[in-house]
């Protein structure tokens, strides 16, 4: 995957053979989902794509800078339909609120440092789920396998280095 991370999720031509991608306007996508087009969907949306891996309360400082007036209830209601229409993906980290992102086709995971809470995405290697085969599957019918990478970032590694080395 060499594509930046900041455009809108890319999506392949349904008709026409060749494999241009192009973003669909995101009234367009929530239109196909199903669901009317309103301006806090839009924002919400609008929102998380600048910002992935937000919290609701994250979400709603942002939009609240286009509508001032909007409530936290309403993002959380917002948040849950697009979720369940399946233009957001719900992120749920240990010790952590519930996060959102509007990547959502690639069954990508995540890389989380423990010491300062920085997310990174990580491709799947194999891009869809489930991709890890468990060992029992209890006679379950398994639809994903969720991989969350835990670590140390670069930053932390060094202040760690300099705080082990002044004690
Ligand atoms: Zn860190
Ligand atoms: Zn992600
Ligand atoms: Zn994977």
Avoid: F
Avoid at 4 to 18: H, I, L, V, Y
Avoid at 134 to 151: F, K, L, R, T, W
């Amino acid at each position: 995957m060499t594509s930046t991370t900041s455009s809108a999720q890319p999506r392949k031509q349904e008709n026409g053979g060749d494999s241009a991608v192009v973003p669909l306007p995101w009234a367009a996508r929530i239109r196909e989902a199903g669901l009317r087009v309103t301006k806090p969907r839009l924002a919400v949306l609008d929102a998380l794509e600048r910002n992935q891996h937000a919290t609701a309360d994250e979400v709603l400082a942002v939009v609240r800078t286009v509508m001032p007036g909007i409530t936290v209830q309403s993002i959380y209601v917002v948040l849950h339909s697009l979720t369940k229409a399946g233009l957001l993906r719900q992120l749920d980290l240990a010790n952590s609120p519930s996060r959102y992102e509007t990547r959502v086709d690639d069954n990508h995971h995540h890389a989380v440092c423990t010491v300062c809470g920085r997310i990174e995405d990580v491709a799947c290697a194999v891009g869809h789920a489930p991709c890890l085969v468990p060992s029992e599957a209890h006679g379950m019918n398994i639809h994903v396998a969720d991989v969350v990478y835990q670590g140390v970032c670069p930053e932390c590694s060094v202040v760690k280095a300099a705080n082990t080395v002044r004690t």
